[in-house]
């Protein structure tokens, strides 16, 4: 048994339905990232896990840039002077804020923050750049690292110490209605993402008491995970204007008068691809949708000592036909057994894999075995082309479809806290709530679980809220969360 073989079957894949298992081996053994670096929340991505990153972090920039947003980049570090400055963002995030306090050997004059989130850095500069109303609206953002100190479990993707991939936009115009609308647009934009990733989201109002510190209201996209939890995997937040006033960012009127700008931001963060990975994988390992596997079609020859140049001919032909088409293909004409190519292949997500042997030659055929589904053709070798590009185009419409009708049947309506209680664990319920802050909070002690927030759908029944009993016609979505 060569090396490679042995170290493939010494580390498998627990089932998908031990989830924490699953997830975390799957960082490995998929290439994501390695867990080892020497401080606790740091992780490292590897050229596999990176090439996904990348994949998926063009995508929304692509969005950003085709609806007026600008790239930028600011600093890492913020003055404390600046941070300091807004007594509910300190609030916030006071717990969670690095600090680099020495420069070489000396104490720093002004303590300074890595930052754990980009107000406090960029709203110095709105207030030096907005002048009047024309020059709205202003629509920037960044993709960074930031920096949090968290004292739950760490994990890679879900909860790091360094957010390696932070996409942060921040928007600034005249009035609170403008404002309103550009968060509007902010969780189309997100929902388009999202399905471009296959992801399936629930989309709420989160109540104030889970609002971002500082803002007017927060919309947050999450999903259900495979263990019926839900990830939190973007947030939009309406600012109105009290960071303008806090920064003091002003802008003079039509009618010559100065105003305080009103502002939202709105991020995604590597989270997004912990959903991706989440929904999409099986047993076998990674599943993709073709637009973000790093090698989209595997080919695999498989070798006898007759015949074995024809062969080989042919999967470079197929190769070459694939790669001209744009399509990220390799060849694994290693020494491994077919079987073992087959399980390394499957766990790096490659869509589909293509198997050409002495008899498919006489044929003039090759197997083509579609990742998501298992499902194998016998394809003529000159139409294997066609074949996987027909293929391509509805894969991830596929696993949205897939992902949306599990996530469907994992909503549960209820209308007592004890049906409530019953569901959580299977996925996210329903119930009726008043709306009191009181009556939520009480909610989640009695149920030891999250309300995520009020969905924004229309609902024309009413009923009563599970703990005053008043009648109400809003409904909110409750979890286990992450
Ligand atoms: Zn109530």
Redesign the pocket.
């Known amino acids: 048994m060569s090396e490679s073989d042995k170290s493939s079957k010494e580390m498998t894949l627990p089932p998908k339905s031990s989830f924490g298992d699953w997830f975390n081996s799957i960082i490995e053994l998929g290439k994501i990232m390695d867990v080892r670096y020497p401080v606790k929340g740091l992780y490292v991505w590897y050229p596999f896990g990176f090439g996904i990153r990348k994949r998926v972090y063009n995508v929304l920039r692509e969005l950003l840039d085709n609806t007026g947003h600008e790239e930028v980049m600011f600093p890492l570090l913020i003055p404390e002077t600046e941070f300091m400055k807004e007594a509910e963002h300190i609030k916030g995030f006071e717990d969670e804020v690095y600090w680099v306090t020495k420069g070489g050997l000396s104490p720093l004059d002004i303590n300074l923050a890595l930052r754990p989130t980009s107000e406090t850095a960029i709203y110095p500069m709105y207030k030096l750049w907005i002048r009047s109303h024309t020059d709205f609206p202003v629509l920037l953002y960044q993709v960074v690292n930031t920096f949090r100190y968290e004292t739950k479990a760490t994990r890679p993707l879900i909860r790091l110490r360094e957010i390696t991939s932070f996409k942060e936009a921040h928007t600034v115009h005249a009035t609170w209605d403008d404002a309103e609308k550009q968060v509007d647009r902010a969780v189309d934009i997100y929902i388009q993402f999202f399905k471009r990733l296959g992801v399936p989201v629930l989309i709420s109002k989160r109540p104030d008491w889970d609002k971002f510190p500082g803002g007017d209201y927060t919309i947050a996209l999450d999903v259900i995970m495979p263990d019926g939890k839900t990830l939190q995997v973007g947030t939009c937040h309406h600012l109105g204007i009290n960071f303008a006033k806090t920064f003091d960012i002003k802008y003079e009127d039509v009618d010559g008068n100065q105003q305080y700008a009103n502002q939202t931001c709105y991020g995604i963060s590597e989270r997004c691809i912990a959903s991706l990975i989440s929904v999409h994988g099986d047993d076998k390992g990674l599943v993709l949708p073709p637009e973000f596997a790093p090698v989209q079609v595997v080919i695999i020859p498989i070798l006898f000592k007759k015949n074995s140049e024809e062969v080989l001919n042919a999967c470079k032909k197929i190769s070459d036909d694939l790669k001209s088409i744009g399509i990220r293909v390799e060849t694994d004409a290693s020494d491994l057994r077919p079987g073992a190519k087959y399980y390394k292949w499957e766990m790096k997500g490659a869509c589909a894999r293509i198997e050409i042997g002495p008899r498919d030659i006489e044929n003039k055929t090759a197997v083509v075995v579609r990742r998501d589904t298992g499902e194998k053709s016998f394809v003529p070798l000159d139409d294997v082309t066609v074949f996987i590009s027909n293929m391509f185009e509805n894969f991830c419409n596929d696993l949205y479809e897939k992902a949306e009708i599990e996530m469907n049947e994992r909503i549960f309506s209820c209308t007592d806290l004890k049906e409530v209680s019953s569901k959580l664990g299977k996925g996210v319920a329903t119930i009726y709530?008043?709306?009191?802050e009181?009556?939520g909070k009480e909610m989640e002690d009695r149920i030891d679980a999250g309300i995520l927030g009020i969905p924004n759908i229309d609902n024309v029944t009413t009923g009563n809220?599970p703990?005053?009993?008043?009648s109400?016609d809003k409904i909110v979505y409750v979890a286990k969360k992450y």
Do not use: A, L, V
Not at 433 to 436: A, D, E, L, P, T
Not at 467 to 470: V, Y
């Open positions: 709530w008043c709306g009191s009181d009556c809220c703990i005053c009993g008043n109400t």
